[in-house]
């Protein structure tokens, strides 16, 4: 199976603002944005039968929308939640609390949210069962940046709390051809 990985687009006045499961607009640019993602997805993705699968947030769900594809909402595509971090700038949240997680946030969890290991769970989990389902096929994934680092990470041979290095801009797209086994 090979896997595309394809992060939504640009998002508008979410600057210093924790949001994972808050649905924030979209840019201005996300027309431009999401004809880009088509074109370079024109270039190295051959003709359908591929299979589409997308986050069930707004920003994920509307750039699927524009590929011409059926889209199934995958819940397991979604971006880490944060409980009751989400949707509240980054500055307003408890110091204490917020240095806690960023000191080990692949395991802790911000209040009434999860870890990175519980968005890598159900990250990994989509990933089986879609190897199961297409074996021989092409899927893609509209998706966020964690899930999208939490899948390459041991992949690329890094280990979880590194994941963040890896660059996930807006509309990026990120193959992965394998068995898929982390």
Do not use: N
């Not at 911000?110 to 870890?115: C, D, L, R, V, Y």
């Not at 092409?138 to 939490?150: D, F, S």
């Amino acid at each position: 199976m090979t896997l595309l990985l394809i992060r939504h687009t640009a998002v508008m006045g979410a600057g210093g603002l924790c949001y994972g499961r808050t649905e924030v607009p979209l840019a201005a640019s996300f027309a431009a944005e999401a004809a880009a993602v088509r074109a370079a997805l024109h270039t190295t993705l051959a003709p359908q039968p591929w299979t589409l699968y997308a986050s069930p947030a707004l920003r994920c769900r509307l750039l699927a929308e524009t590929l011409d594809a059926p889209v199934t909402l995958d819940p397991r595509l979604g971006e880490v939640d944060f409980g009751d971090w989400d949707g509240h700038a980054w500055d307003d949240l408890p110091r204490a609390a917020l240095d806690g997680w960023c000191a080990d946030f692949v395991h802790a969890r911000p209040p009434g949210g999860e870890s990175f290991k519980d968005l890598i769970a159900r990250a990994e989990d989509f990933v089986a069962d879609v190897a199961r389902r297409h074996a021989d096929g092409t899927v893609l994934a509209v998706t966020h940046a964690g899930i999208i680092r939490a899948l390459l990470a041991p992949r690329r041979g890094l280990g979880y709390a590194d994941a963040f290095s890896i660059a996930v801009p807006h509309g990026s797209i990120h193959a992965v051809s394998e068995s898929l086994a982390p």
